[in-house]
């Protein structure tokens, strides 16, 4: 298994960063073509998520693993994130794009997406 950490301002200017590094490493996780936009957009949609009250400061932290059989990406976000709404349409988007997804509050209340991507063999 490999690790890739990041972090990146709560602010939308660095969601293009967040996106291209996700298609990166999904590549190098042999997920096909379509597997890399979609989890490209789901990346984006999770970061929206998490910075969507606004936050004044703070960071996002991504952490990209990769597995032989699917690609997991953590996303935490800054403090004061408040959970997803299960029912919301971004929800129902982040559930279409990627194998799992799922919501986790710490105990000092950071929110984490985690979402799967799994790889599969192509035909």
């Given at each position: 298994?490999?690790?890739?950490?990041?972090?990146?301002?709560?602010?939308?200017?660095?969601?293009?960063?967040?996106?291209s590094?996700a298609?990166?490493?999904?590549?190098?996780?042999?997920?096909?073509?379509?597997a890399?936009?979609?989890?490209?957009?789901?990346?984006?949609?999770?970061?929206?998520?998490?910075?969507?009250?606004?936050?004044?400061?703070?960071?996002?932290?991504?952490?990209?693993?990769?597995?032989?059989?699917?690609?997991?990406i953590?996303?935490?976000?800054?403090?004061?994130?408040?959970?997803?709404?299960?029912?919301?349409?971004?929800?129902?988007?982040?559930?279409?794009?990627?194998?799992?997804?799922?919501?986790?509050?710490?105990?000092a209340?950071?929110?984490?997406?985690l979402?799967?991507?799994?790889?599969?063999?192509?035909?």
């Amino acid at each position: 298994m490999n690790t890739i950490d990041l972090a990146v301002p709560a602010t939308p200017e660095y969601v293009g960063l967040i996106r291209s590094a996700a298609a990166h490493i999904a590549a190098h996780a042999d997920l096909t073509i379509d597997a890399i936009d979609d989890l490209r957009l789901a990346v984006d949609e999770a970061f929206a998520v998490l910075i969507a009250h606004k936050p004044e400061s703070g960071v996002v932290t991504i952490k990209f693993q990769i597995h032989s059989e699917r690609l997991d990406i953590e996303l935490t976000g800054p403090a004061g994130s408040p959970p997803p709404d299960k029912t919301s349409f971004a929800w129902t988007v982040l559930s279409a794009l990627v194998h799992e997804v799922s919501a986790d509050t710490s105990p000092a209340g950071l929110v984490t997406l985690l979402l799967t991507a799994k790889v599969v063999a192509s035909a």
